[in-house]
């Protein structure tokens, strides 16, 4: 499996932000099938799912504390890293 992420440490938080297609944010089985398989990739690290429509305005899905953070943080800034993982 390929995918987009990143691990972001900041202010006494570390948690990785996986980029998934928009389907899966609409769906809460989906989001939670989606946190469990990316899971093994980031042992010990909670995770936040994001995408973006077509105008480019993310969504996130995770901790209400980790999503506030990330809404508010500029995305442009994340150094993201294309991985692989499993299968």
């Not at 990143?6 to 996986?18: N, P, S």
């Not at 398989?37 to 993310?58: E, K, N, W, Y």
């Not at 899905?61 to 993201?80: C, E, F, M, P, S």
Request: charged content about 20%.
């Amino acid at each position: 499996m390929r995918f987009n992420a990143t691990v972001i440490r900041e202010r006494g938080m570390t948690f990785a932000v996986v980029i998934v297609k928009p389907h899966v944010l609409r769906s809460l089985p989906e989001c939670t099938k989606a946190q469990l398989a990316f899971a093994p990739a980031f042992p010990g690290l909670p995770i936040v799912l994001m995408t973006q429509d077509s105008r480019g305005i993310p969504a996130f899905h995770g901790r209400k504390d980790l999503v506030t953070y990330l809404a508010n943080l500029n995305l442009d800034a994340i150094r993201w890293h294309e991985c692989a993982y499993g299968k």
